[in-house]
Every structure is written in C-alpha cells, then in structure tokens.
T-cell receptor
Framework: DAGVIQSPRHEVTEMGQEVTLRCKPISGHDYLFWYRQTMMRGLELLIYFNNNVPIDDSGMPEDRFSAKMPNASFSTLKIQPSEPRDSAVYFC????????????FGPGTRLTVL | SQQGEEDPQALSIQEGENATMNCSYKTSINNLQWYRQNSGRGLVHLILIRSNEREKHSGRLRVTLDTSKKSSSLLITASRAADTASYFCATDENDMRFGAGTRLTVKP
C-alpha cells in the first residue's frame, strides 16, 4: 500500500482565496483524521471521520473551515476564505478498527497564505 | 494545559548514548502511544502500550508505563544521528491529542 496520500504537498495562495486540501487514506481504514501543525500551537486535531461520517469537529477553528468525506477513499479540507494565520502544515491520518488504534500519517500539505 | 505532556521539551545527546523522554497524563487511560516526527514529515507510530502492560520493547526502543504515577517513559538505547526527531505521546484520555513533544538531537 502507498500509505496515506495528500495533495498538494505545497500550496501558496493569497489571502481571501479558497484552498482545498486532499487526502486519500489507506485502503480499508475506517477512521480519518485531519490535523494542523504550527510552531505556536503544535499539532491540533481538527476533525475526524468514522466510516465517512464526521464524528468530532470541535477542533475546526471557525466556519471558514469545512471537511468532507464523500467516500471511503477520499476526503477534503477546505478553507474559504483563507487568511495568513491559516498558514501551517496540514496532516491527514487514517487508522483501522478503533478510534485509538495506531494512526498512519500522510506527508502533509504545507500551506502558505500571503 | 495540554494533556499527554512530554518532558523534557528538548534533549541533546551524543551518538551512542541513551535518550529518555517522559510523558505524563492526568486521569486514567486504556492505552498510550508514542510517535516520532522527523523534520518536515508526518508522524510515525512507534509503540502502543496498554494500561495492563508495564513495559514493551521494539528494537532499540523501550517503553514503560506506570499507571500509579500516570506516566510513561520512552528509552532509545545506543542512539544514532538518524534518531534526531521530535517524539510525541498521545493517550485515549485526551482523545489522542498530541502534546508539544520532545525535540531530540543526536550529535554524531
């Protein structure tokens, strides 16, 4: 298996633009997590899905952020409109079976909002 | 403050030395996990230890869990420059939210 795949790996955009980050979890995994990592705030859990259903989105910073999982092999995290403070590395991770099992992380998307 | 807190925040050692880092939590757990993050990369799972276990080994890694002290330690023996990374713990107590991590530097 190729592992968790994220795209793009790097994204540079201007304030106010819409940004869409994509994730393909490991085949067969039923949990998918979105994280954001910054120097100031560390690694933050934004939202997670189980069987394509959002379970906990309490970490989503505000309404500008939205996440979807239309099927078991694809998820998106969208920021609209983007702001400079959204600059961070966004990670997607997946796991199998239980919420607290081992998580497999993707390589991340480094987002820069100018 | 964040739970699943790692200590120390930073650690610098020479290659060949052992590195020990700690993780504390507040209430009760079912399991505790350690992850490693190399610079610019995603986290990689190292070890999961359950509340009824006291020690687990994986290669040069040894993890201990003391539920009475609500703490865990990760020991890396005979460290290598490639072990330079940040190390995080996470527990089900804090919904697998990660702490700030321990930044380990192994000097060749």
């Amino acid at each position: 298996d190729a592992g968790v795949i994220q795209s793009p790996r790097h994204e540079v955009t201007e304030m106010g633009q819409e940004v869409t980050l994509r994730c393909k979890p490991i085949s067969g995994h039923d949990y998918l997590f979105w994280y954001r990592q910054t120097m100031m705030r560390g690694l933050e859990l934004l939202i997670y899905f189980n069987n394509n259903v959002p379970i906990d989105d309490s970490g989503m910073p505000e309404d500008r952020f939205s996440a979807k999982m239309p099927n078991a092999s694809f998820s998106t995290l969208k920021i609209q409109p983007s702001e400079p403070r959204d600059s961070a590395v966004y990670f997607c991770a997946s796991s199998f079976g239980q919420r607290y099992n081992e998580q497999f992380f993707g390589p991340g998307t480094r987002l820069t909002v100018l | 403050s964040q739970q699943g807190e790692e200590d120390p925040q930073a650690l610098s050692i020479q290659e060949g030395e052992n590195a020990t880092m700690n993780c504390s939590y507040k209430t009760s757990i079912n399991n505790l996990q350690w992850y490693r993050q190399n610079s610019g990369r995603g986290l990689v799972h190292l070890i999961l230890i359950r509340s009824n276990e006291r020690e687990k080994h994986s290669g040069r890694l040894r993890v201990t869990l003391d539920t009475s002290k609500k703490s865990s330690s990760l020991l890396i023996t005979a460290s290598r420059a490639a072990d330079t990374a940040s190390y995080f713990c996470a527990t089900d107590e804090n919904d697998m939210r990660f702490g700030a991590g321990t930044r380990l530097t192994v000097k060749p």
